[in-house]
C-alpha cells in the first residue's frame, strides 16, 4: 500500500508538471503591456531606470527608456508631473478604454511572490471563462512554486504538531504529509477552478468591491464571496463550484489518507480552514491595492521632490 501510494504521488506531480509545460500561458486580462500592477516612475534625471516594484506586485521590472527623442512635448511633462494617460502603453485600462486607478489595480502577484491569477482589476475586461482558459489559470495556480513552498510549510507543521499520528514522524512522516496534502491542493484547484466552474458556467475569479467603501462593508463583502460567484453572464449565483469542489476534494482525500483521519469531524475540520484560508487570502486582494497605492503614490512624491531639488541645484 505505501508503494503504491509513492507511485501515486510521483505520477500526480509528473503529471502537474508536464501539463503545466504543455500548456499555453493564461491570457492576461489586459493586453501584454498594460499587466495589471505594473507600474513606472519617470524622471529626466534617471534615465534607463529599472523599478521593480514590490508593493504593485508587477510581475517583471519595466524599463524606463527617456532617450526616445520621438516623444512628445507634452507626454513627457505629463510623465514628470505623474499624470498617467491611456496612451500610456504600461497603465492598465478598462473596458472603455481608460486608465484604472491604482486602488483597483489587480497584480498578477502580490508583493511579486503571492500568486493572484484569479482576480479581476476594477472596471477591466475579464477574458471570457471556459474548458480551456479555466484550465490554463487551474495548471497555473497548482503547479506555481510559490504553492510548493507554502505545501512544504504546512506539511511540516503538521508533522511537527502530530496532526494525524498514523503518518509518522520525521522524515518518512514528512514525506506522507507532503504528498497528501499535494494531491489535497491539486484535487481543490482542479474541481474549484476548472472542472466544476466549466461544467455549471460559474465564474469563481474575485472582483474586489474596491475603494469607496467602508472597511467592515468590504471585510463582509470578502466573507460573502465563499458562498456568491458570478455566472458567465456576470449574474450573482451561488458559489456552487467553490464550495463544492472543497466537499469533493475531502471526499477523495478518503481514498489516501488512514482512516483515522477520514472521519466526519476531521473532514469538517479541514473544510472549516480551507474555507478560513480563502477568506484570509481573499482579504489581501481586496486591501492589497489600497497599501500599494499608498505606497506607490508616495514613492512618486519623493522622486518629485528629489527632482525639483536637483532642477533648483542646478
Not at 260 to 280: C, Q
Not at 288 to 310: L, V
Request: aromatic letters at 10%; one cysteine or more; hydrophobic letters at 40%.
Amino acid at each position: 500500500m505505501v508503494r503504491l501510494r509513492f507511485i501515486v504521488a510521483i505520477v500526480s506531480l509528473g503529471a502537474a508538471f508536464s501539463v503545466r509545460a504543455g500548456s499555453t500561458p493564461i491570457p492576461s486580462m489586459l493586453p501584454l503591456a498594460a499587466l495589471p500592477g505594473a507600474c513606472t516612475v519617470a524622471t529626466d534625471s534617471e534615465p534607463g531606470l529599472l523599478l521593480a516594484d514590490a508593493f504593485a506586485g508587477a510581475d517583471r521590472a519595466l524599463e524606463v527608456d527617456l532617450s526616445d527623442s520621438k516623444r512628445s512635448t507634452q507626454g513627457t511633462a505629463d510623465r514628470q508631473a505623474g499624470v498617467r494617460t491611456a496612451s500610456d502603453s504600461t497603465v492598465p485600462v478598462d473596458a472603455n478604454g481608460n486608465p484604472i486607478p491604482l486602488e483597483r489595480q489587480q497584480p498578477q502577484r502580490i508583493l511579486g511572490f503571492m500568486p493572484n491569477f484569479r482576480s479581476v482589476s476594477g472596471g477591466a475586461k475579464p477574458h471570457p471563462p471556459g474548458w480551456k482558459y479555466n484550465f490554463n489559470v487551474a495548471t497555473e495556480q497548482a503547479t506555481d512554486y510559490s504553492s510548493f513552498i507554502f505545501l512544504g510549510l504546512t506539511s511540516l507543521s503538521a508533522e511537527g504538531i502530530n496532526e494525524h499520528p498514523d503518518l509518522g514522524k520525521g522524515a518518512n512522516g514528512f514525506w506522507a504529509y507532503t504528498w497528501r496534502g499535494f494531491l489535497d491542493k491539486t484535487d481543490n484547484t482542479y474541481l474549484s477552478a476548472w472542472l466544476l466552474p466549466s461544467l455549471i458556467h460559474e465564474d469563481t475569479r474575485y472582483y474586489a468591491l474596491g475603494a469607496g467603501h467602508n472597511i467592515p462593508l468590504r471585510e463582509l463583502y470578502v466573507i460573502s464571496r465563499q458562498g456568491v460567484a458570478r455566472t458567465y453572464g456576470g449574474r450573482q449565483t451561488p458559489n456552487i463550484a467553490g464550495l463544492g469542489g472543497k466537499v469533493l476534494t475531502q471526499v477523495v482525500s478518503r481514498q489516501y489518507y488512514p482512516k483515522s483521519a477520514t472521519t466526519f469531524p476531521v473532514l469538517a475540520e479541514k473544510f472549516g480552514y480551507s474555507v478560513m484560508r480563502d477568506v484570509i487570502f481573499t482579504s489581501i486582494r481586496e486591501f492589497y491595492p489600497d497599501a500599494a497605492a499608498h505606497f506607490i503614490r508616495k514613492h512618486r512624491e519623493k522622486m518629485a521632490a528629489n527632482a525639483a531639488q536637483d532642477a533648483a541645484v542646478q
